[in-house]
């Protein structure tokens, strides 16, 4: 079965995110942000052209969206990003929608403060795949320090 392959938990999934308001607040960033609109695979849009700089990252997802200031050439040549943000696409979906925002932004904290990045200690972002989403393997601030001497 190909990775793009539409199924039955991916067709529950944009329910669920339509339901849970999290897809229409990512159309309605996208549509904000000045992106194209357009269809992805397995029920998602793909939203390039995203012209706000917030978040920082190559992409990112809300709801069954997935945005990017790149061009949809850009979204084409990084399958295994774009398997990383359908993966948020479903983190979406498990955690009722938009609560996912400010969990989100509590776990990209938590990691800082204990990393120094954003991603390393992040449980949605590692739960996705780090090395698909272009993150380095995580790190801890001890760690980097203890290497350095």
């Given at each position: 079965?190909?990775?793009?392959?539409?199924t039955?938990?991916?067709?529950?999934?944009v329910?669920?995110?339509?339901?849970?308001?999290?897809?229409?607040?990512?159309?309605?960033?996208?549509?904000?942000?000045g992106?194209?609109?357009?269809?992805g695979p397995?029920?998602?849009?793909h939203?390039?052209?995203?012209?706000?700089g917030?978040?920082?990252?190559?992409?990112?997802?809300?709801?069954?969206?997935?945005?990017?200031?790149?061009?949809?050439?850009?979204?084409?040549?990084?399958?295994?990003?774009m398997?990383?943000?359908?993966?948020?696409?479903?983190?979406?979906?498990?955690?009722?929608?938009?609560?996912?925002?400010p969990?989100?932004?509590?776990?990209?904290?938590f990691?800082?403060?204990?990393?120094?990045?954003?991603?390393?200690?992040?449980?949605?972002?590692?739960?996705?795949?780090?090395?698909?989403?272009?993150?380095?393997?995580?790190?801890?601030?001890?760690?980097?320090?203890?290497t350095?001497?």
């Amino acid at each position: 079965m190909s990775s793009d392959a539409h199924t039955p938990w991916t067709r529950a999934r944009v329910v669920v995110n339509w339901l849970n308001l999290s897809t229409p607040l990512g159309l309605f960033m996208a549509w904000i942000g000045g992106a194209s609109i357009g269809r992805g695979p397995r029920g998602t849009f793909h939203a390039p052209g995203y012209r706000w700089g917030f978040p920082i990252g190559g992409a990112f997802a809300v709801g069954n969206v997935i945005l990017t200031t790149h061009d949809q050439n850009w979204m084409d040549e990084r399958p295994a990003m774009m398997r990383h943000e359908d993966r948020h696409c479903t983190q979406y979906a498990w955690c009722l929608g938009v609560v996912m925002v400010p969990l989100a932004g509590l776990t990209m904290a938590f990691s800082f403060l204990v990393a120094g990045d954003f991603s390393s200690y992040n449980p949605f972002e590692r739960l996705a795949n780090l090395e698909d989403g272009g993150y380095p393997p995580p790190t801890t601030r001890l760690s980097r320090r203890t290497t350095r001497r």
